[in-house]
Protein backbone atom coordinates (compact mmCIF):
# COMPACT_ATOMS: atom_id res chain seq x y z
CA UNK A 1 0.00 0.00 0.00
CA UNK A 2 2.39 2.81 0.86
CA UNK A 3 4.76 1.73 -2.06
CA UNK A 4 1.93 2.16 -4.36
CA UNK A 5 1.81 5.33 -3.42
CA UNK A 6 5.31 6.14 -3.55
CA UNK A 7 5.36 5.51 -7.14
CA UNK A 8 2.34 7.28 -8.24
CA UNK A 9 3.53 11.04 -6.12
CA UNK A 10 7.30 10.07 -8.09
CA UNK A 11 10.49 11.37 -6.90
CA UNK A 12 9.13 13.61 -3.72
CA UNK A 13 7.55 10.30 -2.77
CA UNK A 14 10.19 8.20 -2.94
CA UNK A 15 12.69 10.88 -0.86
CA UNK A 16 9.75 10.96 1.87
CA UNK A 17 9.92 6.94 1.56
CA UNK A 18 13.53 6.50 2.03
CA UNK A 19 13.48 9.53 5.07
CA UNK A 20 11.02 7.14 6.63
CA UNK A 21 12.87 3.63 6.16
CA UNK A 22 15.84 5.88 7.79
CA UNK A 23 13.81 6.62 10.45
CA UNK A 24 12.21 2.91 11.46
CA UNK A 25 14.99 -0.25 12.13
CA UNK A 26 14.25 -3.36 11.13
CA UNK A 27 10.55 -4.75 11.33
CA UNK A 28 9.15 -2.60 14.26
CA UNK A 29 6.09 -0.07 13.00
CA UNK A 30 5.57 3.09 15.06
CA UNK A 31 2.28 1.67 16.41
CA UNK A 32 5.44 -0.54 18.10
CA UNK A 33 7.24 2.10 19.31
CA UNK A 34 4.61 4.60 21.12
CA UNK A 35 3.22 0.97 22.94
CA UNK A 36 6.49 0.42 24.35
CA UNK A 37 6.28 4.26 25.85
CA UNK A 38 3.12 3.86 27.27
CA UNK A 39 4.13 0.63 29.02
CA UNK A 40 7.55 1.87 30.57
CA UNK A 41 5.57 5.11 31.44
CA UNK A 42 2.97 2.85 33.47
CA UNK A 43 5.87 1.37 35.11
CA UNK A 44 7.71 4.28 36.02
CA UNK A 45 4.23 5.62 37.72
CA UNK A 46 3.52 2.25 39.90
CA UNK A 47 5.58 2.56 42.67
CA UNK A 48 4.31 5.87 43.57
CA UNK A 49 0.45 4.96 43.90
CA UNK A 50 1.65 3.59 46.91
CA UNK A 51 3.20 7.04 48.58
CA UNK A 52 1.25 9.50 51.07
CA UNK A 53 -1.90 8.15 52.24
CA UNK A 54 -2.87 10.66 54.32
CA UNK A 55 -2.18 14.19 55.45
CA UNK A 56 -3.03 16.62 57.61
CA UNK A 57 -2.91 20.83 58.03
CA UNK A 58 -3.17 22.35 61.64
CA UNK A 59 -4.67 25.76 61.40
CA UNK A 60 -3.22 29.29 62.95
CA UNK A 61 -4.97 32.52 63.26
CA UNK A 62 -4.02 35.25 61.15
CA UNK A 63 -3.14 38.37 63.13
CA UNK A 64 -5.98 39.66 65.17
CA UNK A 65 -8.22 36.51 64.75
CA UNK A 66 -8.25 33.46 66.98
CA UNK A 67 -9.57 30.97 64.82
CA UNK A 68 -7.70 27.14 65.10
CA UNK A 69 -9.01 23.39 63.93
CA UNK A 70 -7.44 21.03 61.67
CA UNK A 71 -8.25 19.12 58.16
CA UNK A 72 -7.09 15.42 57.13
CA UNK A 73 -6.98 14.58 53.71
CA UNK A 74 -7.49 10.71 53.78
CA UNK A 75 -7.23 8.28 50.67
CA UNK A 76 -10.42 6.11 50.59
CA UNK A 77 -11.70 4.07 47.61
CA UNK A 78 -14.46 6.61 46.61
CA UNK A 79 -11.64 9.37 46.63
CA UNK A 80 -9.90 12.00 49.08
CA UNK A 81 -11.96 12.62 52.40
CA UNK A 82 -11.40 16.02 53.41
CA UNK A 83 -12.50 16.22 57.04
CA UNK A 84 -12.04 18.63 60.16
CA UNK A 85 -13.52 20.84 62.76
CA UNK A 86 -12.56 24.34 63.13
CA UNK A 87 -13.43 27.01 66.14
CA UNK A 88 -13.35 30.44 66.43
CA UNK A 89 -15.28 31.77 63.76
CA UNK A 90 -17.76 34.15 63.35
CA UNK A 91 -21.35 32.42 62.58
CA UNK A 92 -22.12 31.54 59.02
CA UNK A 93 -20.43 30.28 55.68
CA UNK A 94 -16.57 31.55 55.43
CA UNK A 95 -14.84 30.42 51.92
CA UNK A 96 -12.30 27.79 52.65
CA UNK A 97 -9.67 26.93 50.15
CA UNK A 98 -6.13 24.98 49.27
CA UNK A 99 -3.80 27.86 48.25
CA UNK A 100 -0.83 27.64 45.73
CA UNK A 101 1.53 28.03 48.84
CA UNK A 102 2.39 26.28 52.55
CA UNK A 103 4.21 29.94 53.13
CA UNK A 104 2.62 31.55 56.10
CA UNK A 105 5.48 34.06 56.64
CA UNK A 106 2.36 36.58 56.07
CA UNK A 107 0.95 37.82 58.97
CA UNK A 108 -2.53 37.94 57.01
CA UNK A 109 -1.71 34.92 55.46
CA UNK A 110 -1.24 36.47 51.85
CA UNK A 111 1.96 34.41 50.96
CA UNK A 112 0.16 31.61 50.85
CA UNK A 113 -0.87 33.05 47.18
CA UNK A 114 -4.28 32.29 44.80
CA UNK A 115 -6.38 29.03 44.78
CA UNK A 116 -4.04 25.97 44.33
CA UNK A 117 -5.18 25.97 40.47
CA UNK A 118 -2.79 23.65 38.34
CA UNK A 119 -5.19 23.54 35.63
CA UNK A 120 -5.80 27.26 34.84
CA UNK A 121 -9.38 27.20 35.12
CA UNK A 122 -11.87 29.02 36.58
CA UNK A 123 -13.16 29.77 40.13
CA UNK A 124 -16.10 27.56 41.36
CA UNK A 125 -18.38 25.60 43.31
CA UNK A 126 -16.64 22.29 44.95
CA UNK A 127 -17.99 19.97 42.91
CA UNK A 128 -19.13 22.62 39.91
CA UNK A 129 -17.82 21.58 36.26
CA UNK A 130 -15.07 24.09 36.39
CA UNK A 131 -13.36 25.14 39.46
CA UNK A 132 -10.11 25.34 41.12
CA UNK A 133 -8.48 22.20 42.70
CA UNK A 134 -8.35 23.93 45.48
CA UNK A 135 -11.83 25.44 45.80
CA UNK A 136 -13.38 23.74 49.11
CA UNK A 137 -16.28 25.82 49.20
CA UNK A 138 -17.27 27.26 52.73
CA UNK A 139 -17.06 26.20 56.02
CA UNK A 140 -20.24 26.70 58.19
CA UNK A 141 -19.87 28.05 61.58
CA UNK A 142 -22.31 27.23 64.00
CA UNK A 143 -23.73 29.37 67.09
CA UNK A 144 -20.64 28.96 69.12
CA UNK A 145 -18.24 29.32 66.27
CA UNK A 146 -17.36 25.85 65.50
CA UNK A 147 -17.46 24.41 61.88
CA UNK A 148 -17.23 20.96 60.58
CA UNK A 149 -16.37 19.84 56.97
CA UNK A 150 -16.82 16.54 55.69
CA UNK A 151 -16.36 16.04 51.74
CA UNK A 152 -15.12 13.49 49.51
CA UNK A 153 -13.32 14.84 46.27
CA UNK A 154 -12.57 13.10 42.98
CA UNK A 155 -9.62 14.20 41.13
CA UNK A 156 -7.31 15.16 44.47
CA UNK A 157 -3.94 13.78 44.47
CA UNK A 158 -1.35 13.57 47.00
CA UNK A 159 1.21 12.88 44.01
CA UNK A 160 2.07 14.11 41.08
CA UNK A 161 2.64 18.18 39.81
CA UNK A 162 -1.13 18.48 41.45
CA UNK A 163 -0.31 17.08 45.01
CA UNK A 164 -1.64 18.98 47.74
CA UNK A 165 1.13 17.94 49.84
CA UNK A 166 2.67 21.16 51.12
CA UNK A 167 0.08 23.25 49.78
CA UNK A 168 -1.66 26.63 52.36
CA UNK A 169 -4.82 26.67 53.53
CA UNK A 170 -6.91 29.62 53.74
CA UNK A 171 -10.43 30.18 55.74
CA UNK A 172 -11.71 33.81 54.77
CA UNK A 173 -13.61 36.20 57.06
CA UNK A 174 -16.39 36.40 54.25
CA UNK A 175 -18.89 33.40 52.54
CA UNK A 176 -16.92 32.21 49.15
CA UNK A 177 -20.15 33.51 46.22
CA UNK A 178 -18.66 29.87 44.44
CA UNK A 179 -19.07 32.32 40.75
CA UNK A 180 -16.69 35.72 41.95
CA UNK A 181 -13.58 35.75 40.10
CA UNK A 182 -10.65 34.28 40.80
CA UNK A 183 -11.48 33.92 44.57
CA UNK A 184 -15.44 34.06 45.32
CA UNK A 185 -15.16 37.04 47.32
CA UNK A 186 -14.57 35.59 50.16
CA UNK A 187 -12.69 39.15 52.09
CA UNK A 188 -9.80 38.60 54.56
CA UNK A 189 -7.78 35.40 55.71
CA UNK A 190 -8.52 34.22 59.42
CA UNK A 191 -6.24 31.21 59.39
CA UNK A 192 -3.80 29.54 57.56
CA UNK A 193 -2.15 26.26 57.77
CA UNK A 194 0.43 24.10 55.54
CA UNK A 195 -0.84 20.43 54.05
CA UNK A 196 1.96 18.13 55.77
CA UNK A 197 2.54 14.30 55.58
CA UNK A 198 0.02 12.27 58.52
CA UNK A 199 0.72 8.99 60.01
CA UNK A 200 -1.86 6.75 58.77
CA UNK A 201 -3.88 4.66 60.62
CU1 LIG B 1 -8.97 31.15 49.92
ZN1 LIG C 1 -10.91 29.06 43.54
Redesign the pocket.
Known amino acids: MNLKRVVNSGFLGLVVFLLFQACTSGPKSDTGHEHDMVMHDKVMKAPMDHGVEKAICVLQSTEGNSVSGSITFTKTDSGMLVKGEVSGLTPGKH ?1 F ?1 I ?1 EFGDLTAPDGTSAGG ?1 FNPGGHDHGAPHGEMRHVGDLGNLEANADGIATYEVTYLGMMMEGPESILGRGI ?1 V ?1 ADEDDLVSQP ?1 GA ?1 GARVAMGVIGVAKSE
Open positions: GHHHIHTA
